[in-house]
């Protein structure tokens, strides 16, 4: 078994945190189902959010997902390069699996699919 990456980033419409963390469940959600994740495989999860989003602590989110009050979670700010995707939450998930790179789907949601489209319609 190994250590694989998902990644994953939304957007969202103001700097609330109601808006922050029902955008980080719909990422986190997505990303579980398309990959098939069980809590007890998540090695551990970094969210980042770019610096005009600081109402809540995405990871809170995170811990209203069944089984993951043991996951380890760790929040961080974006670097703030001039012109980049403004409002965004990201996302790198580390799961134990036997699935391959090109097997994991990454999941970027609302204009968050500006960042990777050649991830976008894998799933």
């Known amino acids: 078994m190994k250590v694989r990456g998902i990644r994953g980033a939304i957007t969202v419409e103001k700097n609330s945190a109601e808006d922050m963390v029902s955008a980080t469940l719909e990422l986190l959600r997505e990303m579980i189902r398309l990959n098939q994740v069980e809590a007890?495989?998540?090695?551990?999860?970094?969210?980042?959010?770019?610096?005009?989003?600081d109402a809540v602590f995405p990871a809170q989110a995170a811990r209203q997902i069944p089984g993951w009050e043991y996951v380890p979670l760790m929040c961080a700010r974006e670097i703030p390069v001039v012109g980049s995707l403004p409002r965004c939450i990201r996302v790198m998930m580390h799961v134990n699996t036997d699935k391959g790179q090109r097997e994991i789907k990454h999941v970027f949601l609302r204009e968050a699919v500006r960042l990777r489209p050649d991830l976008t319609n894998r799933g």
């Open 40 to 53: 007890d495989d998540v090695a551990s999860v970094i969210l980042t959010t770019t610096q005009d989003l």
